[in-house]
T-cell receptor, first 117, second 114 residues
Framework: GAVVSQHPSRVICKSGTSVKIECRSL??????MFWYRQFPKKSLMLMAT?????????EQGVEKDKFLINHASLTLSTLTVTSAHPEDSSFYIC?????????????FGPGTRLTVT | SQKIEQNSEALNIQEGKTATLTCNYT??????LQWYRQDPGRGPVFLLL?????KEKRKERLKVTFDTTLKQSLFHITASQPADSATYLC?????????????FGGGTRVLVKP
């Protein structure tokens, strides 16, 4: 149990375009979903936290108008990178937690590799 | 803010030996300390969680200790196998558990040689 999927696993896009990444909890209802980005050989940096049906809370330094997060249901959250630029190229990972599963454990998706050319 | 330090140098170890990884933190003691495994190009996988009032936790060949006085957690992989080769991340959850936000260390890469 506690499976989280992400789609797509890899995406290459041109500079200036927008890219949407989906995060789904497949076998549980995710009360909270988190979005991270990770640079090569670096740790995960939290970008934002989202609760179903409410606006996401962004970490300091993360542009909310550039990284749009929608948590429309208890099993789906999306991250849209708007007007992507090469510096947005990174590994984006989502995670989900659930009150039913103790809240404090986060279950991570497999990640999405974004390359902006 | 909380700062977490893990040994950034890779740990090379012979198969069958015990690998010991260190996670040090500054500032407040976390309510929970967690360890994750991450393989290249993949998301982290949850391994173990230890609470601030627990000294030790075990799961199969894994053992985690938590010393709030030293502000340190040790992660042990006993009878290590080549399949244990990965990066191991420690993560802390603050006492107020505000939004359940985890803070991650930089990770330590482990390479188990046959």
């Amino acid at each position: 149990g506690a499976v989280v999927s992400q789609h797509p696993s890899r995406v290459i896009c041109k500079s200036g375009t927008s890219v949407k990444i989906e995060c789904r909890s497949l076998d549980f209802q995710a009360t909270t979903m988190f979005w991270y980005r990770q640079f090569p050989k670096k740790s995960l940096m939290l970008m934002a936290t989202s609760n179903e049906g409410s606006k996401a809370t962004y970490e300091q330094g993360v542009e909310k108008d550039k990284f749009l997060i929608n948590h429309a249901s208890l099993t789906l959250s999306t991250l849209t990178v708007t007007s992507a630029h090469p510096e947005d190229s990174s590994f984006y990972i989502c995670s989900a937690s659930s009150r039913d599963r103790g809240s404090y454990e986060q279950y991570f998706g497999p990640g999405t590799r974004l390359t902006v050319t | 803010s909380q700062k977490i330090e893990q040994n950034s140098e890779a740990l090379n170890i012979q198969e069958g030996k015990t690998a010991t990884l260190t996670c040090n933190y500054t500032n407040y003691s976390p309510a929970y300390l967690q360890w994750y495994r991450q393989d290249p190009g993949r998301g982290p996988v949850f391994l173990l969680l230890i609470r601030e009032n627990e000294k030790e936790k075990r799961k199969e060949r894994l053992k985690v200790t938590f010393d709030t006085t030293l502000k340190q957690s040790l992660f042990h992989i006993t009878a290590s196998q080549p399949a244990d080769s990965a990066t191991y991340l420690c993560a802390l959850l603050p006492p107020e558990a505000a939004g359940n936000k985890l803070t991650f260390g930089g990770g330590t890469r482990v390479l188990v040689k046959p």
